[in-house]
């Protein structure tokens, strides 16, 4: 198993910054990629970025630009962390902001969909 813990939300003005953090711990070696999800009130859960274990990495349109992921094991290899830093932030990127984590357990050859609880972020006008 992994447990995700999601830090960094909070309120901001357009034009300011956050950065968001998620601590992955468990069974993290089984992690195949880590990314960043967000939801808004009234619409789908969509992806922001995401990143794999050879630091591939994918954006959203809407954010490209602006947020930066990365990744960092640490070297006893019991956490690993994935950042978001989310710069000239606009009021459309409000929304509640879920880490990602995906396991694939070969030895069973079961995937696990892993998520945090969620983290509020709310940029003003």
């Known amino acids: 198993q992994v447990q995700l813990v999601e830090s960094g939300g909070g309120l901001v003005q357009a034009g300011g910054s956050l950065r968001l953090s998620c601590v992955a711990s468990?069974?993290?070696?089984?992690?195949?990629?880590m990314g960043w999800y967000r939801q808004a009130p009234g619409k789908r859960r969509e992806l922001v970025a995401r990143?794999?274990?050879?630091?591939?990495?994918?954006?959203?349109?809407s954010v490209k630009g602006r947020f930066t992921i990365s990744r960092d094991i640490s070297r006893d290899n019991t956490k690993d962390t994935v950042y978001l830093q989310m710069n000239s932030l606009k009021p459309e990127d409000t929304a509640v902001y879920y880490c990602?984590?995906?396991?694939?357990?070969?030895?069973?050859?079961?995937?696990?969909?892993?998520w945090g609880r969620g983290t509020q972020v709310t940029v003003s006008s």
């Open positions: 990143i794999n274990s050879v630091g591939l990495i994918e954006y959203a349109d």
């Open positions: 990602n984590a995906p396991t694939y357990y070969s030895d069973y050859d079961v995937w696990t969909d892993n």
């Open positions: 468990g069974s993290i070696l089984s992690i195949t990629h």
